[in-house]
């Protein structure tokens, strides 16, 4: 088969991980779900008071929320919660931003030119198994401590998952549907843009999620080591928490992470759906 | 128990012995299993059978006050068009689902759980795919805790019986799709079920696979005589198996018809002989030809 | 084939050459600073500081302080996760339970957690072995829930049809049939430990392939990072691929071999 399809002993980057993204809540029964977190919460607090365990060490959640609630406007290093929010989706957004617009070319490419994959193939079976943010000092030796640097990071993250689907998809696209195009007249270009994307659309828009929760994790990671230059940003606040021994920051930050990061991927699960809809 | 099922080792293959050695195996295995075995009549009845299904708001009522006897050891092949309740029919049967209303009894006592003397087979073979042929057909006498040695004895009757000798060790997506069928009907025939109940089992296969394992289905059912509920959608293959056919109206299923195959087919019946033979017959193309125009005139209804 | 697969190595070591022609060539003469890109003797000699002991810290230390450190966690989170994740796929009470704990804790970046670890636990073997622990568990759980869920249910028929009993529909069903899937999550959670416990000895180490990178860093040596790098990448290949080994074995009967 091709190329990609021959290695596919390699991590799974993209439908393994895909699923384990899906587990489904117990639907239709938001009460009772509701009353699980309640105790669940319940419990971490009774645990807290109990055992007398001291703030810094675990705080209880609502110590956590109330933290949570006067960052909202009260600022803390280069502001309130919400620049460092918006300063982490700008990296995450211009990491990915540069991983769509290689990824996807190169994808197409790839599929479309078989000495194209060929060359791509070897070197980016060389270059996978370095984890995203093992490529944060040369980021900062290539574009210095900031938010390039970061982006970059978050690029290595995005940009394999988004390859490996568009190639994909491309290439799954029937081949009979490119030659009934090719009967009908249609040149290259009109092949490319009305037959091979979208079909390989599905796939696509899969790769650019799983790049994106990738992104999403490299990001924080990035801001979480010292010297890529965050003076602002979710995983700067995480680190002024354990800096400054205070649990209750960094939890609320881990929080907030969480929240945004279940916040991106279920829009883009809705852009997703819609763009398999014809699929059904 | 064990000597019983040693002794007959030797005799193996040959099928047509009255005094089947697997049969007295697995009667004993039945006791030991502590089912009251020994009187038991394998017929089946339906009484006034209602199934719904609650979905959400609507409720759709797949069958409707079916009423059917199936005698013991009877063929009985049932056909009716889609989404009529002839899946939802054999799934009751075998204690998988219970009807909203009425009854369906297996030797008079009400069928209540799935279980071994309840054999299915289903249309794509449904075998576990981890286990080669051997633990595939060895799974439920397994479970059922029959000791090893008889065990292998029936299994190697049972691999020779579908003529899988040499695959014993084969995984199932290593074999064709009638081969594979043909394990899944070893893994229901060595468990010496009282009822056989298969839901379209040759649909996935193609023509001459299909009409192959039509005669060898026969070759096997005539050795142990289960009683038979058959689904199919293939007329021919209803008229050239059955004892007797059921047509089912479309939904709410109900019995349309019944008709008596044994009547025509003469005494030894047709399917004994060969499907090409047989198919060429006048009274065998007037009978397919009824039962298909009992099954157009209620496809066509619908629409 | 034969004509395909040798037109594809003559591209692959096109390109792989050029890649290596382009490095000699960047920073043979000075065109390249060696920071930004260290020539191929210096990452030769970095891989011999290393050997030495870098930072006097011997070689196998580093070894020791990623390796030892990432496979506890990781058979931690598989002897927690696996059992959990079938449990809750398996025991609806469980699911109602455990899912919204699971829902809220898996959209949280195991990077994220590296402060808290450090708190808990401190900076050594535990500590790290929790982050790694936390990253790991979230896949075998979700995999080996999926895994159970998706069991056919005709096999799941069949088998009770044959007499199975619950226990059997478990273990002699659900397991096996999930089991390649539970594996899959299994080597997800394998890649995303040797990233997680990278990260955190970039955050903070004494020792390990991460200390090398992030020592290398500050110390503006890139070819120690470069080094440190490839070992990281190589260490994570070799455990892919002994992974699929062992994979292959246990999974026999996804294999065609005709
Ligand atoms: N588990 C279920 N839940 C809800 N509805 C069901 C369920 N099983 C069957 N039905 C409905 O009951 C009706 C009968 O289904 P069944 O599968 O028995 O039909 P069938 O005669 O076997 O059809 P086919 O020939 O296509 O296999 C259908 O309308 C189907 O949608
Ligand atoms: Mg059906």
Redesign the interface.
Known sequence: MTDIHATAGAPPVDAADDASRRMPMPSARTLLVTAVILGWLGLWWAAVVHLDVSKDFLPTPYEVAHRILVLAYEPLGAGTLWTHAAASLVRLLSGFAAAVAVGMPLGLLMALIRPVNHMVTPLFELFRYIPPIAWAPFAIFWFGAGNNAQAYVIFTAAFPPILINTFRGVELVDKRLIDAARTLGARAHTIIAEVALPGALPYVMTGLRIGLAGGWMALIAAEIVAGTGSRDGLGYLILQGQQSLAADLTIGAMVLIGIIGTLIDIVLQRVEARTQSWRH | MMRAAADCGHAAVDLQPPGDCGARAVAGFRVALGSRSIVMTNDLEYENVVMEFRGRGATVRALDTFNFHVAESEFVVVVGPSGCGKSTLLHMT???MHPTAGRVMLGGSIITD???D???V?Q?F?L????SVRSNID??LR??GMPPAERNELIDRYIKLIGLDGFENH????LSGGMQQRVAIA?SFV?RPRVLLMDEPFAALDAQNRQLMQEELVRIWSAQRPTVMFITHSVEEAVFLADRIVVISRRPGRVKKVLDVTAVAGASHWRMDPFEDVIRRPDFQELRAEIWGLVKSEIQLRS | MGRQQLQRTFYGLVSIGGIIALWVYLTGSGRVTPIILPPPADVLEGAIDIYRGYLSVPWYEHFRASLVVMLTGYFSAIAVGVPIGVAIAWWRPLEVVLSPLLAVLRPIPPPAWIPLAILWFGIGLAGKAFIVFVAAVVPCIMNSYLAIKETPQELLVSARTLGASQRTLLFEVALPSGLPAIMTGLRIALGTSWATIVAAELVVSLAGFGFLIMNGYRNLESQIVMVGMIAVAVIGFLMNWAFLLIERRLVPWRETDD
């Open positions: 075998a204690g998988l799935p279980g071994p309840k054999a299915i289903f794509n449904s576990f795919p981890w286990k799974f439920g479970i059922n995984y199932p997506r290593q893994r468990m």
